[in-house]
Structures are given as C-alpha cells and as structure tokens.
C-alpha cells in the first residue's frame, strides 16, 4: 500500500496592520504560508487608484506601510499575491488590508 500526501499550501493574509505598534509582528504586512515555492513568489501593494506602491519577489519581505520613503495615509489598500504551489500547481490571491495609524 501506498500513501500519498498532499502539499496543499496554506496562505494566512492578516486584514490590518500598524506599522507604529510595539508588536514588531504587526509592523509589516505580508501573507504567510507553507507550501509555498519562494522561487515563483509575488506580492503587490496597490493604493485605491490601483498605483503600485509596492512589489516584492521576496517570501519573507513586508510592506513597510511606506511609498517612496514616505508615510501612507491610514486606509484600504488591495494586495495581489501569486506563487507557484511546492508540487507545482499555480495559486493567486487578491484582498484588501487595512494601515492602520
């Protein structure tokens, strides 16, 4: 008998963030996962206009909360994530995140 496993990936995306908190967890917004090739990795901040503030290819590197160096305002921005699974299959997720000041 054989037993197969599935690698199924498991995204966690948290819904606020305050760049300013004493919890250096909360301080950078990022998706968090398993099962994820980082080598097929993207994440995109963008503002309501739909302007990119922020782009990484980066698994573990956050939005900052910043653009250009400068602070952004308290709001809702949208978040468009993509990677490939561990076992090859493609996975995208987009959403909205709330900065918190």
Request: no cysteine; net charge neutral; hydrophobic share 30%.
């Amino acid at each position: 008998n054989t037993v197969e496993a599935l690698q199924r990936p498991k995204l966690y995306v948290p819904s606020a963030f305050n760049p300013d908190s004493d919890n250096s967890d909360n301080r950078t917004f990022y998706p968090r996962g398993v099962f994820i090739n980082s080598q097929d990795y993207t994440f995109i901040i963008f503002n309501r206009w739909g302007e990119q503030l922020f782009l990484s290819k980066e698994i573990n590197t956050g939005w900052d909360g910043t653009y250009k160096g400068v602070d952004s305002p308290q709001g809702v921005y949208t978040y468009f994530v993509k990677f490939t699974t561990s076992d090859g299959r493609e996975f995208e997720k987009r959403g909205t995140v709330t900065l918190i000041k």
